[in-house]
């Protein structure tokens, strides 16, 4: 393959994975999740990254919850929307890292650097044949 092809076919992979991750980037600012508390006091529901968007209240019984028990009952509810938003961040996420990356574990903040920056760089074989002297021009 000519020097030429590969960089056309370079800059089609960049294309691609450009709009890849716009719709990543569109699907992830879809993202809503809501629960429910057990004996359905409250709904919450939250958004991308885990960010409360309504706290919807079912019927009268929070009425008659102490303060400590209806604020537990909160962020209980909370908790569990947001760990839902998370998984749903994962899977969107998981087909554009790596292998090996965790992307649940990203999601939630408790990525370590290799996450972020592998120890090698990523980059397309042809590219590393063409650093290390293997392209036919």
């Known amino acids: 393959m000519e020097f030429g092809e590969r960089i056309e076919r370079l800059f089609a992979d960049y294309q691609r994975q450009r709009e890849g991750l716009a719709e990543m980037q569109r699907?992830?600012?879809?993202?809503?999740?809501?629960?429910?508390?057990p004996r359905r006091e409250i709904t919450v529901t939250v958004g991308q990254n885990g960010v409360l968007k309504s706290i919807d209240f079912s019927n009268g019984a929070y009425r008659r919850m102490t303060p400590a028990d209806l604020s537990a009952?909160?962020?209980?509810?909370?908790a569990e929307a947001k760990e839902a938003a998370?998984?749903?961040a994962a899977k969107i996420?998981?087909?554009?890292?790596p292998d090996g990356v965790d992307a649940?574990?990203?999601?939630?903040?408790?990525?370590?650097?290799?996450a972020f920056m592998p120890p090698e760089p990523r980059m397309a074989t042809s590219v590393r044949e063409m650093l290390m002297g293997g392209s036919d021009r």
Do not use: Y
């Open 27 to 37: 699907r992830m600012s879809e993202i809503s999740a809501s629960a429910t508390s």
């Open 104 to 114: 649940a574990a990203m999601v939630r903040g408790q990525g370590g650097v290799d």
């Open 73 to 78: 009952v909160v962020m209980a509810t909370f």
């Open 86 to 88: 998370f998984d749903q």
């Open 93 to 97: 996420l998981a087909p554009m890292l």
